[in-house]
């Protein structure tokens, strides 16, 4: 598809729809970009419905369908229905500010109009899909990670590779981009559900720039000393101000090992013995805080004063991604893990850019990626760290990816700063509608949505994209084969006759290899 080709006429125009008759042999799929030649101007729209029909009236159609009767010379045509987003003429794109005209001819797009679309970008994630055919380069810019994004999806519909390509390409960015990934089902390592079977530990940069953290390889201890109450506020959103109030009580009486103290004094005389130590009996405040403190897990709260955090928060600075690995334990944990280490990151960020202003401009611009959003943005739920990173981190340079099968369950404020969304396929009605309803550019695309095949997209990337593009993603093994390995730049290893040669010279004897 080099060229563009002749695919129908223009039949009627209502303000930003235009529906065209489609030309015998021609083919054209939903969420297709076709062009519209109009006097000086060319229009883009998108394919979003498509119908048939002939010039018989229904009566007609019927007797006919039922073989009573055959009628004289008739047309039968076939219809598409497509929505204008941009508007070229002779030296500006910019969006529609008139419509075409009837008659007026329709075309498929070529290559030259995929760089007028202007849709390439540093973080490259697939190409643009027209039908059956890719071409054309499609990515956002880096200055888009802080504007925060969206991947959403039924489970199967491709959003592991979509986290892999972007991800990959945040890597290769390093260290203007860097990434802190939460893996809840822990398959971007290895890349399970991906054939054939890579995940980032393939990439060509990983043991330069990315550093693993597991549950399971004893990686991720956040010391029981390092928390204090403010700590305890961020892994617990729902805890209220009186309990909070006693923790402060209790860390400047006992210091760093306060929660060990309490949860022994509770152990030992139930809710009086936390209360002797302060001198507060409020039982229901105190039990109520040390049921929190108890479930804090052993295996993730050692009682000791080292805590991954500082070393993810070392290496993010120096342009290290961070894919941390939360499979495995329990829903409880992870959101601890999760909420405790984004909430240090974040203000990191934020703290450099109040009192160290020259030293945060040397930061990478930073991506959260969160799996499983719906849980922590969910508006029937407490509210977390990531609805403030959503709503107030962009100027720090920190964005968030929100991914979730579910947005429907997303609070309607946080999903508003999404201006980066990556949408494929989606069966589930309401969810759709969530979409459509609130994401610009998308009012006509239910049916779209729900036909998207594996490994398809419409991405939206305001405000440099403000239209929904058709997107065909990177199949993450195929990048790697494309990528290929990465020169380090270390010099060739000696032969082995040459080492035994330099052996034999060192130990004065005949080396042996048996």
Known sequence: MS????????????????????????????????????????????????????????????????????????????????????????????????????????????LEDCSILRLAGELEIGRLRSGEQ???????????????????????????????????????HSPKTVALI????????????????KGLKEHPLFHTRVKYYSAREKKMCIGLYTMCPNKIRIIFPDIGAPQVRLAQKLYEILGEKWIEHAREA???????????????????????????????????????????????????????????????????????????????????????????????KKLPTLLITLEEAHEFLDPAKPKTIFSDVALTYRK???GLNAVTPKPSRINFDVFAELWTKMIMKTELRRDRAYLTENTPYLEYSDTEIKMLDVGEALLISEPRIRFAVPVKITHYPEYLDEHGKEDYGLPESQKLSDMEKRLKQLSGQEVLYL
């Open 396 to 398: 720090y340079r920190v």
């Open 134 to 172: 890719v071409f054309g380069k499609i990515g956002v810019g880096i200055e888009a990670i802080p504007l925060m994004m969206g991947m959403f999806g039924m489970t199967g519909c491709g959003k592991t590779n979509c986290e892999l390509v972007l991800n990959a390409q945040i890597i290769d």
């Open 3 to 110: 060229e563009a080709s002749f695919v129908g006429s223009v039949r009627r125009v209502d303000g930003d729809k235009a529906s065209f008759f489609l030309d015998k042999g021609a083919k054209l799929s939903f969420g297709q970009i076709v062009k519209i030649e109009s006097g000086d101007r060319t229009f883009y729209a998108r394919v979003v419905n498509a119908g048939s029909s002939s010039t018989l009236d229904t009566h007609e159609q019927l007797r006919e369908a039922q073989g009573k009767e055959s009628f004289g010379p008739y047309s039968s045509y076939r219809y598409v229905d497509a929505v204008l987003f941009l508007e070229k003429t002779a030296n500006r794109v910019r969006s529609p500010t008139f419509n075409p005209n009837y008659m007026d001819k329709v075309y498929s797009t070529s």
């Open 266 to 360: 509770y152990t030992n005389e139930g809710y009086m013995g936390v209360g002797k130590i302060i001198g507060y009996k409020h039982k229901g405040v105190i039990e109520a805080l040390m049921l929190k403190l108890l479930s804090l897990s052993p295996e993730i709260f050692p009682p000791s004063n080292y805590s991954f955090i500082d070393d993810v928060i070392q290496n993010i600075t120096n342009g290290i991604t961070c894919l941390i690995d939360i499979s495995g334990i329990s829903s409880e944990e992870q959101q601890n893990v999760t909420c405790l280490t984004a909430s240090r990151v974040a203000l990191h960020y934020k703290r450099m850019w109040e009192q160290h202003f020259d030293e945060w």
């Open 182 to 197: 939460f893996d809840f089902a822990g398959q971007l390592l290895e890349g399970k559900g991906i054939h054939p079977q």
